[in-house]
């Protein structure tokens, strides 16, 4: 059995006896143990193999975080976490899968707007960081650590007055739901001072899911050189500083792989900088995507193959309802295909037809492929969704038609 990589966008998956291999296993013999399609696969050694070359990659002194929202399936995160120095969590559902991994709670963080006392309580109690968002949420965070004698660990996220975007920085501050206004964060301050709360650290998230080197290393200086003025004019030490990755990694064709090199220098300067101004801070990278997200598939099952005025359709068993990305998102953008395949036929010499690869769902909008070259196929083939690992089945709509959820497995 001869065991080659798959082109592309794909290529972290082995292909071999003509079917792709996850976890090691044959695709048909992996759904046979599933007992069931749809399901998602992620593969153990791929999310490790991504972890290890993430830190090699960057400086061994910087913190690397996962960001559970990414996959929050318990057993991902569990696998995640014996790998990196913090989980950070958007929700105290999060917050509960983060725990039950046993994870060091100081390292354990929890950001996102508007929480509720009674997630408030939950993470003071828990003793995690807690991302304040709000000048309401920094009160709030107080009266609750008194009326529990416990003292809150805050971090102030700042909303920077610059943005990460996916094609190039858009500068000039913007409004947003998420964190305070830098030129408001020296008056939150005094304000937790004055509550007698001990800052942990500033949080900075200034966007995801960019694939431009230059522009995440100038967000990262960026978010380094805004810490160390609102630290400086705060006149303190900060244990801690967060800062969102923004690293992307390659959907549709004709996108490169980030390549890491020049973020690691700028990293390396990051932190010589810190360490000039502030000796002592800590900096902490949270990433979700890049970590989990070439790691995992989506696999359907062909229940049907149509042909409508000479478009081949095959029908599958799952679609936009467990795969929103995948589909399109709704319609709200100009659909391209993520990178897709027959995974139980993956033998070179099978010849390949133009097809598109649609859901059960009574909308136009439930397709997984559109117009694809793939092998051919049939009835009870297995279509592969790849790039799948993250912000998949937790970000689509399952309700929605009232078909079964996919099945996950870590393999
Ligand atoms: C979602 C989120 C991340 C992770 O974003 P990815 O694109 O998955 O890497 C990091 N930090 C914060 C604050 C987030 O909300």
């Given at each position: 059995m001869s065991?080659?990589p798959?082109?592309a966008?794909?290529h972290?998956?082995?292909?071999a006896?003509?079917e792709?291999?996850?976890?090691?296993?044959?695709?048909s013999?992996?759904?046979?143990?599933?007992?069931?399609t749809?399901?998602?696969?992620?593969?153990?050694a791929?999310?490790?193999?991504?972890?290890r070359?993430?830190?090699?990659?960057?400086?061994?002194?910087?913190r690397l975080?996962f960001?559970v929202?990414?996959?929050?399936?318990p057993?991902?995160?569990q696998h995640m976490?014996?790998l990196?120095?913090?989980l950070d969590?958007a929700?105290?559902?999060e917050?509960?899968?983060?725990l039950d991994?046993?994870?060091d709670p100081?390292?354990?963080?929890?950001?996102?707007?508007?929480?509720t006392?009674?997630?408030l309580?939950?993470a003071i109690?828990?003793?995690?960081?807690?991302?304040v968002?709000s000048d309401r949420e920094?009160?709030?965070?107080?009266r609750?650590?008194d009326e529990?004698g416990?003292?809150?660990?805050?971090v102030?996220?700042?909303n920077?007055d610059f943005?990460?975007?996916g094609?190039g920085?858009?500068?000039?501050?913007g409004?947003?739901?998420?964190g305070i206004?830098?030129?408001?964060?020296?008056?939150?301050?005094?304000?937790?001072?004055?509550l007698g709360?001990a800052?942990?650290?500033l949080?900075i998230f200034?966007g995801?899911?960019?694939?431009k080197?230059?522009?995440?290393a100038d967000?990262?200086?960026?978010g380094?050189?805004l810490a160390l003025q609102l630290?400086g004019?705060a006149?303190?030490?900060?244990?801690?500083l967060?800062l969102g990755?923004?690293?992307?990694i390659?959907?549709?064709?004709?996108?490169?792989?980030l390549?890491?090199?020049?973020?690691?220098?700028n990293l390396e300067r990051c932190?010589a900088?810190?360490?000039?101004a502030l000796?002592?801070?800590r900096l902490s990278?949270?990433?979700?995507?890049y970590?989990?997200?070439e790691?995992?598939?989506?696999?359907?099952?062909?229940?049907?193959?149509k042909?409508?005025r000479?478009?081949?359709?095959?029908?599958t068993?799952?679609?936009l309802h467990?795969?929103?990305a995948a589909?399109?998102n709704?319609?709200?953008?100009?659909?391209?295909?993520y990178?897709?395949?027959i995974?139980?036929?993956m033998?070179?010499?099978?010849?390949?037809?133009?097809?598109?690869?649609?859901?059960?769902?009574?909308?136009?909008?439930?397709?997984?492929a559109e117009?694809?070259d793939?092998?051919q196929?049939?009835?009870?083939d297995?279509?592969v969704v790849?790039?799948?690992g993250a912000y998949?089945?937790?970000?689509s709509?399952?309700?929605f038609l009232?078909?079964?959820?996919?099945?996950?497995v870590?393999?």
């Open positions: 065991t080659k798959v082109h966008a794909m972290q998956f082995a292909v006896g003509g792709l291999l996850v976890g090691g296993i044959p695709l013999r992996l759904a046979l143990r599933v007992g069931r749809p399901f998602y696969a992620y593969d153990r791929l999310l490790t193999q991504r972890v070359d993430t830190r090699a990659a960057l400086p061994a002194a910087l975080h960001s929202k990414a996959n929050p399936m057993a991902v995160v976490a014996a990196v120095d913090g969590v929700s105290a559902g917050m509960k899968t983060a991994t046993g994870f100081a390292h354990v963080s929890f950001a996102g707007p508007g929480k006392p009674a997630e309580a939950q109690a828990a003793g995690i960081l807690l991302n968002e920094i009160d709030t965070a107080a609750i650590g529990l416990i003292a809150p660990r805050v102030v996220r700042v920077p943005e990460l975007k094609s920085m858009r500068m000039g501050g409004a947003k739901p998420f206004d830098a030129e408001r964060v020296p008056d939150s301050l005094r304000r937790l001072d004055a709360i800052l942990q650290g949080h200034g995801s899911q960019s694939l080197a230059d522009a995440i967000s990262h200086a960026r380094v050189e630290a004019e006149g303190r030490a900060l244990p801690g967060y990755a923004g690293f992307g390659p959907y549709f064709p004709g996108e490169q792989r390549d890491l090199a020049p973020v690691a220098d932190l900088r810190l360490d000039a000796p002592g801070t990278l949270e990433s979700g995507r970590l989990a997200g790691a995992g598939i989506y696999v359907a099952r062909v229940v049907d193959r042909v409508s000479g478009q081949v359709f095959l029908v068993d799952g679609g467990h795969h929103l589909s399109g709704f319609g709200q953008v100009i659909r391209k295909n990178p897709a395949a995974g139980n036929r033998d070179a010499a099978r010849a390949t037809e133009n097809v598109s690869v649609v859901g059960p769902l009574c909308t136009p909008l439930d397709v997984l117009r694809m793939l092998a196929a049939d009835i009870g297995l279509v790849f790039q799948s998949g089945l937790s970000a709509p399952t309700a009232g078909h079964p959820a996919p099945a996950e870590l393999v």
